[in-house]
Structures are given as C-alpha cells and as structure tokens.
C-alpha cells in the first residue's frame, strides 16, 4: 500500500494562510487521483480539491479562489495552499490518493489527517 502522511496544519487566525503537505511513501505505476477532503466535528467528510491524472484541478465552491492544490511528482508530494482562512474553514484534513500499485492492482490510500483550526 502507500502511506500519506500530512503536515502543515495548526492554529491561525482569519484571513491568515497555511500550506498543508501530504507526503507519500512511495511512488506508484499510476497516480489517477490525488486530492484533500476535510471533516469538520458533526459533518460529514467533503471533498476540498483534487488533481486527476491528465484532468484540470477541482475545488469545492467553498474553497475556490482561496485554496490551490498542486503536486510534485519528483518528490511524491501533494499541497494546499490555504488563503484568506475563514473560520468555517476549521476541520480535520486529510489527503488522498488512488491509482494502480502495479497494473490492476488498484489502491485508494488516506493520511491520519492534520487538524486546522482559524480562530475569529
């Protein structure tokens, strides 16, 4: 399988910037996805931005114009810019990649999460 592991969150204040990390283990035969979710105490686990292979990047409304996720393949690393923080904004990130370990044999991985908190 392969391990992600983020880094990056904490605590800031409204209007205020993080840039997360999601470090894999290991680089893979295919990457189709990779993308960070987030879950906020009593909600469900939503989608924030997602890079598919060969496909344009994709943001949650909410998100869309403040955050940017990029990746570096070189370094099998994945990040979210976070601008203009709001505190609605405050959850647990996780980030997340699918692809194929070798050819047909897919995997779907999740980090432990990075909790971000923005205060008011």
């Known amino acids: 399988q392969v391990q992600l592991v983020e880094s990056g969150g904490g605590l800031v204040q409204a209007g205020g910037s993080l840039i997360l990390s999601c470090a894999a283990s290991?680089?893979?035969?295919?990457?189709?996805?990779m993308g960070w979710y987030r879950q906020a105490p009593g909600k469900q686990r939503e989608l924030v931005a997602v890079i598919p292979s060969g496909g344009s990047t994709n943001y949650a409304d909410s998100v869309r114009g403040r955050f940017t996720i990029s990746r570096d393949n070189a370094k099998n690393t994945m990040y979210l810019q976070m601008n203009s923080l709001k505190p609605e904004d405050t959850a647990v990130y996780y980030c997340?990649?699918?692809?194929?370990?070798?050819?047909?044999?897919?995997?779907?991985?999740w980090g432990r999460g990075t909790q971000v908190t923005v205060s008011s």
């Open positions: 290991r680089s893979t035969f295919t990457i189709n996805t």
């Open positions: 997340n990649q699918r692809g194929q370990l070798r050819p047909a044999v897919p995997y779907d991985s």
